[in-house]
């Protein structure tokens, strides 16, 4: 029996010390990929929305320290076109298999537009005028369409501190 003992406190003390047991905190991106369609944008001012981070943590730790979450969008050729850091600065306990989701941080692509209403738009028409909504959403989709329609960028969701974690996630124009 001690001999069992002696051997079961070995394996425990091997597993400790070769990480097998250490604190991570996994993410992975929701949806995946994310679709985005002119209409979508348009009522959303440009915003991604409905996206979701799903965190599940493995290991243990009292004190598993969290610094940033950083947020990417990368375009096509893989150029970084939108980038978001939101300082943590947290130790937190970590226990394994607890899962988490959290709302990915406000992501705007309105700079990537090249639209604006008051110079694209080929009429006079006042901002409250319903016509003013459906040329709007009219000269949007043919701008859309024309420049966006059918490219694929990346969202890259990146956790720092103690053991770094990140998923990425495409980003369809539809």
Do not use: H
Request: proline share 6%; net charge negative.
């Amino acid at each position: 029996m001690k001999r069992l003992s002696f051997i079961l406190s070995l394996v425990a003390l091997a597993v400790l010390l070769t990480g097998c047991l250490a604190a991570k905190v996994n993410v992975r991106i929701q949806p995946n990929p994310i679709v985005l369609t002119a209409e979508e944008l348009l009522e959303n001012d440009f915003v991604i929305t409905g996206t979701k981070l799903e965190l599940r943590t493995s290991g243990f730790s009292f004190s598993y320290y969290i610094e940033a979450v950083q947020v990417e969008v990368r375009d096509e050729n893989g150029d970084k076109v939108f980038a978001k850091t939101k300082t943590i600065d947290e130790k937190t306990p970590i226990w394994p298999g607890i899962p988490i989701d959290q709302e990915v941080p406000v992501i705007s692509l309105m700079d990537l537009f090249d639209f604006d209403p008051d110079t694209d738009l080929p009429i006079d028409v006042p901002v409250d005028d319903e016509a003013y909504q459906e040329a709007l959403e009219e000269e949007f989709t043919k701008y859309y369409n024309d420049n966006w329609k059918g490219k694929k960028y990346e969202l890259i969701v990146r956790i720092t501190g103690d053991n770094p974690t990140e998923d990425k996630a495409e980003i369809q124009f539809k």
